[in-house]
């Protein structure tokens, strides 16, 4: 095992550990004793441990770990240990951490018991483990079905169980938990994807190369496409275009978008959001 292997597995170990101990806060910290629930796997073992009175440290464990098992061949071998040892150290943490009760503010509870639950399973994730095996179980349900989409079965899943969460517990207590998951989201969001969300722009003018020469200037990496015009304004056409494709980070979408204007006021520009990018040139030299 080389050093690099090694530093890697040892970051991606004290991610996972942080992200147990961050989960285990805004689950004991906040939400327990307020009887709110986040979305997801994790928010229908708390709201059974509510209903049933069974521990939650258990349910945890019992009803993420199928859903880990099941993704073994979708996922890989690594991220499966990874993934049981991350769950069964949660549901060990909720156990033994003896996590004081933060706040009875209410608000304050489902706005941050959500904050510490998306960072743990935020810090998880970006350690390569799951503590939530919601979009495990999306990701098999959608397999199963044409029409639902990954998407579609994690919004369904989440409407099931606030609406359960109205009924058993209370119409308050459901309505705090959509904040406590809409809080998770964001924060897992912020997370994986970082503070810098990029913008990939697709460019297609009729001064392709001096569009191009002023991107390359002004320090970002470009990449001229092939393709063939179809229907534009003047009908049919069958014209070779060399489009130009470039990722932004979303700071610096308007300096990119100006830049083109100056050569090309008419040129057709197509910009849409990008979750993540490795390598590359994406940030512009700073202008002095």
């Given at each position: 095992m080389t050093h690099s292997t090694t530093s890697r597995i040892i970051k991606d170990m004290i991610l996972i550990v942080a992200g147990i101990l961050s989960a285990g806060l805004g689950l004991k910290g906040f939400l327990l004793s307020s009887r709110f629930i986040d979305g997801g796997v994790t928010g229908v073992s708390m709201l059974?441990?509510?209903?049933?009175?069974?521990?939650l440290p258990w349910l945890i464990l019992v009803i993420n770990l199928p859903f880990v098992i099941l993704g073994y061949q979708r996922m890989g071998r690594q991220f499966a240990i990874r993934s049981v040892l991350a769950i069964a150290g949660l549901s060990l943490c909720l156990a033994v951490v003896p996590y004081p009760d933060v706040t009875p503010d209410l608000l304050l509870t489902a706005t941050f018991g959500g904050f510490f639950i998306g960072a743990g399973i935020g810090l998880a994730m970006r350690g390569g483990a799951v503590l939530d095996g919601?979009?495990?179980?999306?990701?098999l349900i959608s397999r199963k079905s044409s029409i639902l989409k990954v998407s579609?079965?994690?919004?369904?899943?989440?409407?099931?169980?606030?609406?359960?969460?109205?009924?058993?517990l209370t119409i308050e207590s459901a309505l705090y938990s959509m904040i406590t998951y809409f809080a998770a989201s964001k924060t897992i969001d912020f997370l994986v994807h970082g503070i810098e969300e990029y913008t990939a722009v697709i460019i297609i003018s009729n001064q392709q190369a001096a569009v191009r020469d002023e991107i390359t200037r002004l320090g970002w990496g470009v990449t001229t496409l092939k393709g063939e015009e179809g229907f534009g304004k003047r009908g049919l056409r069958d014209k070779t275009v060399n489009p130009l494709y470039v990722v932004v980070t979303r700071l610096e979408v308007s300096r990119l978008t100006n830049a083109i204007n100056r050569i090309d006021d008419k040129a057709f520009i197509i910009k849409h959001a990008v979750d993540d990018v490795v390598g590359g040139k994406v940030r512009s030299r700073a202008v002095h």
């Amino acid at each position: 095992m080389t050093h690099s292997t090694t530093s890697r597995i040892i970051k991606d170990m004290i991610l996972i550990v942080a992200g147990i101990l961050s989960a285990g806060l805004g689950l004991k910290g906040f939400l327990l004793s307020s009887r709110f629930i986040d979305g997801g796997v994790t928010g229908v073992s708390m709201l059974l441990a509510s209903i049933l009175h069974l521990p939650l440290p258990w349910l945890i464990l019992v009803i993420n770990l199928p859903f880990v098992i099941l993704g073994y061949q979708r996922m890989g071998r690594q991220f499966a240990i990874r993934s049981v040892l991350a769950i069964a150290g949660l549901s060990l943490c909720l156990a033994v951490v003896p996590y004081p009760d933060v706040t009875p503010d209410l608000l304050l509870t489902a706005t941050f018991g959500g904050f510490f639950i998306g960072a743990g399973i935020g810090l998880a994730m970006r350690g390569g483990a799951v503590l939530d095996g919601t979009e495990i179980a999306a990701l098999l349900i959608s397999r199963k079905s044409s029409i639902l989409k990954v998407s579609d079965v994690i919004l369904v899943m989440n409407v099931l169980i606030f609406g359960a969460a109205a009924f058993f517990l209370t119409i308050e207590s459901a309505l705090y938990s959509m904040i406590t998951y809409f809080a998770a989201s964001k924060t897992i969001d912020f997370l994986v994807h970082g503070i810098e969300e990029y913008t990939a722009v697709i460019i297609i003018s009729n001064q392709q190369a001096a569009v191009r020469d002023e991107i390359t200037r002004l320090g970002w990496g470009v990449t001229t496409l092939k393709g063939e015009e179809g229907f534009g304004k003047r009908g049919l056409r069958d014209k070779t275009v060399n489009p130009l494709y470039v990722v932004v980070t979303r700071l610096e979408v308007s300096r990119l978008t100006n830049a083109i204007n100056r050569i090309d006021d008419k040129a057709f520009i197509i910009k849409h959001a990008v979750d993540d990018v490795v390598g590359g040139k994406v940030r512009s030299r700073a202008v002095h």
